[in-house]
């Protein structure tokens, strides 16, 4: 009546490790703060973004107001060349763009702007210095020349 004695601890199973830990799929809670980063750099982008074309916006509306009140070719210069240097200044930053006149300013519009004729950034670098009786008309920019070459600075650097 005695059954053969068998083993009781054969029938056992060997110890199972769990599945190796992958390094590659992270917690679904890391997963939602790469996804906040991004949003958070998305965001930052669109903000400067728009900041950017609010003032280009701001400084084409001006450019706008001055040809529209300007009655003279030399007041029509100096308010661009005012108007270039806060755009620059705003840009670049006043150490770099403050101190700038003359040559140096002419230089620096030359530089930072699209192929335009030649006495067009000399008018402007000029125009702000010229005494009111020096007929700086006497320049070969034309008023059409001064004010495309003018918007078309602002749309590149602004």
């Known amino acids: 009546m005695n059954a053969p004695a068998t083993d009781p601890l054969a029938s056992l199973r060997d110890i199972h490790l769990p599945a ?9 809670g890391w997963w939602i703060l790469a996804l906040l980063a991004v949003a958070a750099c998305l965001l930052v982008v669109y903000v ?4 950017q074309r609010s003032a280009q916006r701001m400084a084409l509306r001006e450019l ?3 040809v529209a009140d300007a009655s003279g070719l030399q007041e029509l210069a100096t308010g661009f060349s005012e108007l270039l240097r806060r755009a620059a200044i705003l840009r670049f930053g006043a150490s770099d763009v403050a101190s700038l ?3 140096a300013w002419e ?3 030359r530089a930072h702007g699209e192929n335009s ?3 067009v950034f000399a008018l402007l670098a000029e125009a702000p210095y010229a005494p009111q009786a ?3 008309a006497s320049n070969d920019a ?8 003018t918007r078309r600075w602002i749309r590149r650097n602004l």
């Not at 400067?48 to 900041?51: E, G, P, V």
């Open 20 to 28: 190796p830990i992958s390094s590659w799929i992270p917690a679904p």
């Open 48 to 51: 400067r973004r728009l900041r």
């Open 64 to 66: 706008d107001q001055l």
């Open 101 to 103: 006149h003359g040559q």
């Open 107 to 109: 230089q620096f519009l």
């Open 117 to 119: 004729p030649e006495p």
């Open 134 to 136: 020096d007929p700086v």
């Open 142 to 149: 034309t008023r059409e020349q001064l004010i495309t070459a």
